[in-house]
T-cell receptor, first 116, second 113 residues
Framework: GAGVSQSPRYKVAKRGQDVALRCDPISGHVSLFWYQQALGQGPEFLTYFQNEAQLDKSGLPSDRFFAERPEGSVSTLKIQRTQQEDSAVYLC??????????????FGPGTRLTVL | AQSVSQHNHHVILSEAASLELGCNYSYGGTVNLFWYVQYPGQHLQLLLKYFSGDPLVKGIKGFEAEFIKSKFSFNLRKPSVQWSDTAEYFCAVNRGATNKLIFGTGTLLAVQP
């Protein structure tokens, strides 16, 4: 596609529910990132994929957060037993190269998750 | 802790005023530096980037930024702002080995017509 797409754009969940957020990166992009943006803050890194391999998950806040990219394209971020503090915008970004310099990230529109 | 700092959280300017938004980072060694912009209701877009070479980089819509290594700064400037520049601006650093972006907290710019 022309850009990174994410779905749903908005998600309301009751506390304790599981949610799944989808990211479709730019076609051919090797790297995929998930970020969490709380209200009034800058995005914070959650996890990084190089193709289907999850190489960095240091930013995932708890074991309730799980991400996958099984075929190296579409990625899903899953949050189990959602809590109110999980309310945020979840951003996906992709980039063409694996690692190193000159690696520009392109962002999707985000999914706004509200946990009641 | 390693971080990216944006000192101005809210800036209000009149059209045609000059803009400078501060950004400082606390990483040593080689860094890639970025400014992203988020217009109301839209997603993050890259405004400009510094990888190497000329420390004065020019971006879209008349924005520029200057990388001053000795000051660990990457300030964003625009000589004359327009109402359409109303947006939130984020400075970010990418350490090459890790690839992830470390963002500042953002600066909300409101330009009054």
């Amino acid at each position: 596609g022309a850009g990174v797409s994410q779905s749903p754009r908005y998600k309301v969940a009751k506390r304790g529910q599981d949610v799944a957020l989808r990211c479709d990166p730019i076609s051919g992009h090797v790297s995929l990132f998930w970020y969490q943006q709380a209200l009034g803050q800058g995005p914070e890194f959650l996890t990084y994929f190089q193709n289907e391999a999850q190489l960095d998950k240091s930013g995932l806040p708890s074991d309730r957060f799980f991400a996958e990219r099984p075929e190296g394209s579409v990625s899903t971020l899953k949050i189990q037993r959602t809590q109110q503090e999980d309310s945020a915008v979840y951003l996906c970004a992709s980039s063409l190269f694996r690692t190193g310099l000159y690696n520009e990230q392109f962002f999707g529109p985000g999914t706004r998750l509200t946990v009641l | 802790a390693q971080s990216v700092s944006q000192h101005n959280h809210h800036v209000i300017l009149s059209e045609a005023a000059s803009l400078e938004l501060g950004c400082n980072y606390s990483y040593g060694g080689t860094v890639n530096l970025f400014w992203y912009v988020q217009y109301p209701g839209q997603h993050l877009q890259l405004l400009l980037k510094y990888f190497s070479g000329d420390p004065l980089v020019k971006g879209i819509k008349g924005f520029e930024a200057e990388f001053i290594k000795s000051k660990f700064s990457f300030n964003l400037r625009k000589p004359s702002v327009q109402w359409s520049d109303t947006a939130e601006y984020f400075c970010a650093v990418n350490r090459g080995a890790t690839n992830k972006l470390i963002f500042g907290t953002g600066t909300l710019l409101a330009v009054q017509p």
